[in-house]
Each structure stands twice: as C-alpha cells, then as structure tokens.
C-alpha cells in the first residue's frame, strides 16, 4: 500500500485526506473490513417487529458488507438480530418475512428457536459431542433508539455513547412515536465514492453556493454552526427571520435560538436530519470505490409542516447535492490534484471525519 493516511490536529495547519481515499479499490476494500463490519448500522423498523413470531431477514449493507441477518422477535416479546445461515451447511435461514414458531432451514430441516437457539436436526443421532453452542445461530448486538433498529457484526465503539448526541439534544420529540411515511421515502444511486458524499453533507460552507435557491432561502448562513463529538457531529441550521422553527423546551441546549434543522452525522454513514415534521434518515451505502446508494427514509411526526422550513423541499436538496458531488468525483481524478484545505470557520465537520477515516486506514 502506498504512505500512510494522516491528517493533522489543527485544522488551521491541515490538509484533506488524499484524493486516492475516493477511488482507490484497495482503500476502499479496507474501509469495508476496518470500518464498515465494525460500524453500528440502522438495520430496521421498530414497527415492522411488534408481535411475537414475526422474522424480517435482511442483507447488511447490500453491496458493501453483505452479511445475511434476521430480526426476530420471540415469544417472551424480545427482539433479536440473528445470523441468517445455517450452522449446518450454510444455507440461508429465513428467506422471506412473516410470522414463525420457529425457524426451519428447508436444506436438511435443521430448527432453531426465535432466540437463535439449536432446536433440532434429523439424522444426528450418532454426532459426538453434539449440539454444541457452535450449533446456534450467533447473535448479535441489538438496540433501538426512536423508531429504529440498530446492529453490528464486531462494534468499534458502545452504542450508547456513539447515538449519545442525538439522544441529548432530541429525545425531547419522542421520535419513537414518528411513524414512517413512505411517500417521502427514496433510494439514489449515484456515481461517487461514499465519503465524498459525506464530506458535502458535513459543512455547510456550500449552502449559498449550491442551494442558493432552496435550502439557503431557508437558514441564515451566518449563523450555521457545526459541533463536533467523538463518533459523530451535528450542523445546527438557525432559520432565517421569519421562517419556522423548533420550540424549544426549557432546559434544551439551544433554548432561545429559533434552530430550524438538526443535522446529525454519526460516523461512519448515518445521516438523522430533524425538521419541524419529522426525521429525515440518509443512509450511505457504498457499493463500489465510485458507486453508493443513498437510501432516504422520512419518519413523521406532524404531517401537517411537511411543507414548511427546511424540510420542506428535499428531493431538489438532493438533486442539487448528488450533481455537485459527481462532478467532484470527476475532478478528484485528475493527476493534478491531491489534496486541499479546510475553511476553520467552516469545515470542522469534514475534518473531523478526515480524522476518524485516517485512524481507521491509517
């Protein structure tokens, strides 16, 4: 592999990560074991578990992980996230939702129960030392916040202190009781690599530039503001006079500002944008160095404000985003170019991210 990615501290003195990092197979193979397999992922509707018996089987991260998992719940009311193949002979498990007694492989009829657990198996009367706990279905780590769902195959950090930002500024909505609305919902597909989406999403500093029309009629650019945490940031967008914003309780840190959008990034793809109607969810998979898929997943709460403020228009955000992005992709390319620098007033955000991506593939 070629030199070490690093990027400096300071974000007066620094410079972005390499330009390779956005195009380079080997990176991005690496960015697939060393962060993405580590990665706390959303993996599902709380909604779509309620009763026991019922499975959902997924893909993590299609394209990119592409690890089989299912949601159970069992008949004591808990909820699981379970490997999805057999421990027999590696056939897939549960191969469409519904509601079960148990789970059956339909190979050679090995049975397991709701939490994973070896049931059965025909034909092994003669086995030693069987069944052993190799027999069962591994679990993994399963937590809900608001609505969602969230997993991980082998997690970096703990789950309470990576979604910890969200929880202190938000949970004041009650987002568990956003229901989802799959009118506003949408997959992209577009042609870049997935960080370079990220980095555009992380500052604010092209607003007046690229959405001078539509989101920045909305939000005062002097005032847009971005803190960073450990496994994550949040861009507070401030409304305009005369635009609409949250009413903040008492106690809130931002009581008194008139925030008309949160814009919530947990590291490494997750997007939790809150406006005054709901949760707009983006979901960054990569599906290739140059390639990702965009999943928007829109939570309401009050559906009457959807079309007002800063959520109020985010199919031509995002037409707006997906073009300036491709066409940085092109120039990212060129062998003229390696690397730039950061606004300090402006880009804590996509710095901040520069240094988590270097101490993962660094």
Known sequence: MTSPIQVETDIRKAGTIPSRVYYDPELYNLARERIFERSWQLVGDTARLRAPGHVVPFTLLEGCVDEA???????????????????????????????????????????FDLDGCFKFMPEFDEAEDFPSDSDNLPSLPLHEWGPFFFSSLDPMCDFREWIRPVVERMDWLQPEKFQAYPDLSQDYLIQANWALYCDNYLEGFHVPYVHGGSLGDKLDYEQYH???????????GVARDGEPAFDLPKGHPDYGEQVAGYYFWLFPNLMLNFYLWGISVNIVQPIGPTTTRIIYQSYVSDASKLGEGAGSNLYRIEMEDEEIVESAQKGVRSRLYDRGRYSPSREKGPHHFHRLLASFLG
């Open 69 to 111: 998992l299912v949601l159970t719940r069992s008949n004591d009311g808990i909820a699981y996230c379970l490997s999805n193949v057999c421990t027999h002979r590696g056939t897939i498990v549960v191969e469409g939702e519904g509601h079960l007694q148990t789970l059956r492989c339909r190979y050679h009829g090995r049975r």
């Open 226 to 236: 971005t803190e960073t945490h450990e496994w994550g940031s949040v861009q507070i």
